[in-house]
């Protein structure tokens, strides 16, 4: 487990948008609920949708084709059981950082 660079700070999504970051052989969404950025895969637990294509709405990150929400802090979707990864994250001196 280390930290690795994600992205630059400048490169974040705007107030409850979400983006979508390459890290190493993965992508990663980073999604901004009202400020706050958290990171989780990038591929939705249905049939694999990019979820950092996708909108936020109350909170949740909706995955563009058919739309699972995804709590972008847990995890955790609407459907009981569909739960994908989260990463810790920090910034530090304009840099984004994930723990991988
Ligand atoms: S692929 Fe995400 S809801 Fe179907």
Known sequence: MAF???ASQSELPAIN???EFSCGDKMICVANVNGEISAMDNI???RGGPLGEGMIEG???ICPWHGWE?????G???VSGAK?????LSIENGDV???T
């Open 70 to 74: 995804w709590d972008p802090k847990t």
């Open 44 to 46: 939705c637990l249905h």
């Open 97 to 99: 950082l994930i723990e």
């Open 84 to 88: 994908i990864r989260v990463y810790p």
């Open 4 to 6: 690795v660079k994600l």
């Open 76 to 78: 955790q979707s609407q």
């Open 59 to 61: 909170g949740k990150v």
């Open 17 to 19: 948008e979400a983006r």
